[in-house]
C-alpha cells in the first residue's frame, strides 16, 4: 500500500517536472531585449517615473528589474509548486523512515499454543490463538521488546465455527452453539467444559480435560509456556491424559490513526519549512542605492546633471 503511494507521488511528481520545464522556458527566459523589464510582468520600464510598475502595478524594489541580458527569475507562484513537487516524494520517504525510528504504532504480539487432550472421553485438539496489542513509539526494535501478554485468545476444538472467544480484561468469553445463539459467561474451567460438551463431549470427566486446558491456556504469556506442560494422570488412572506444545510467539507492528497522523504531519511540517524559505520574498539590489533603480538606468539616458 505504502510503495503503491510512493509510486503515485513519484508519477504526480514527474508529470509536474514535465509541465514545469515547458512553463520555466516561457518564464525564465532571457531578457533578449534592450530595455529593462518588470521583474513581475515583464513590461518595459525604460524611463519610467518612481518604483511602481504602471502594467501590474508591483513595486519595482521586490520585484526586481530584468536587465538586457538577464534571466527573469520565476515567480511565488511557480517556486511555491515546483517546491511542492520536488519535497513531496522526499518528504515522504523521511517521514516513513522516521515513523519507523520513532513513531506511534501499535505492537502486536501473536501466541498459538496447540493442546492435545488424550483422554479417551475426550480425544481432541485444542488451538489457543492470543493475541496482544500496546501502543509503542517505533517499529524497529520491536522483535527485541518483550511480548505483549494475551488480552483476547481464541480456543478452536473440533468445529472451527464454534470457537471459544475468551477476553481476559474481563474473564469473559462465549461461543456460537450449533443453533448459532450465542453462549457466554465468565472464562473459567465450567465454561471450557460447557463449551466441550457443545462438541460433542458428554462424558462427566470432560470436567478434567477442561480444567487441564484451562491451565494450559493460562500458561501463555508466562515463562511456563516455551516448554511442553503434561497433564497429570486423572482420577481413573489414564497417565496419558494429554499435553500441551510450546506457545509460538511473534511481534509484529501495526500502522493505525496515531502512524497516519505522525507521517502525515511530518510531510506538512516539511513542505511548509520549505515554501517558506522558498516564498522569501527577494529584495532585488537592496534598496536605495540600487544601481537597478538609479534613474539613469532605468531611462537609459546620461547621467542627470547635477
Ligand atoms: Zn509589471
Redesign the pocket.
Known amino acids: 500500500m505504502a510503495w503503491a503511494l510512493l509510486m503515485l507521488m513519484f508519477g504526480a511528481a514527474a508529470l509536474l517536472g514535465i509541465s514545469l520545464r515547458l512553463a520555466r522556458r516561457k518564464d525564465a527566459a532571457l531578457n533578449a531585449s534592450a530595455d529593462p523589464l518588470?521583474g513581475?510582468?515583464?513590461?518595459c520600464v525604460r524611463g519610467l517615473d518612481g518604483n511602481v510598475?504602471p502594467?501590474?502595478?508591483?513595486d519595482l524594489r521586490v520585484?526586481g528589474i530584468i536587465m538586457p541580458g538577464e534571466k527573469r527569475p520565476i515567480n511565488r507562484a511557480w517556486r511555491g509548486v515546483i517546491w511542492t513537487a520536488a519535497s513531496l516524494p522526499g518528504a515522504f520517504l523521511f517521514a516513513v523512515m522516521l515513523s519507523n525510528w520513532v513513531g506511534p504504532q501499535w505492537m502486536v504480539t501473536n501466541q498459538r499454543r496447540v493442546i492435545f487432550s488424550q483422554m479417551t472421553y475426550c480425544n481432541t485438539t485444542v488451538t489457543a490463538n492470543a493475541t496482544g496489542k500496546k501502543l509503542v513509539f517505533g517499529a524497529a526494535q520491536i522483535h527485541e521488546r518483550p511480548p505483549v501478554p494475551p488480552q483476547i485468545i481464541f480456543l478452536s476444538g473440533n468445529n472451527v465455527n464454534q470457537s471459544l472467544d475468551i477476553r481476559l480484561s474481563e474473564r469473559t468469553c462465549g461461543y456460537f452453539d450449533a443453533s448459532g445463539k450465542l453462549v457466554s459467561g465468565n472464562f473459567d474451567a465450567k465454561a471450557i467444559e460447557t463449551w466441550l460438551n457443545a462438541q460433542g463431549f458428554k462424558d462427566p470427566r470432560v470436567a478434567e480435560a477442561a480444567a487441564n486446558i484451562l491451565a494450559a491456556v493460562n500458561e501463555m504469556g508466562t515463562p511456563a509456556e516455551t516448554g511442553f506442560t503434561r497433564f497429570p494422570p486423572d482420577r481413573w488412572g489414564n497417565s496419558q491424559t494429554g499435553v500441551a506444545h510450546p506457545t509460538f510467539t511473534t511481534s509484529q507492528a501495526r500502522a493505525n490513526e496515531l502512524t497516519y497522523l505522525f507521517d502525515g504531519g511530518v510531510i506538512v511540517l516539511i513542505w511548509l519549512a520549505g515554501l517558506a524559505v522558498v516564498l522569501r520574498r527577494r529584495h532585488f539590489r537592496g534598496a536605495g542605492a540600487s544601481p537597478v533603480l538609479d534613474p539613469q538606468v532605468i531611462t537609459g539616458g546620461a547621467p542627470a546633471p547635477r
Open positions: 518588470c513581475n510582468c515583464g513590461y510598475c502594467e501590474c502595478g508591483s520585484v
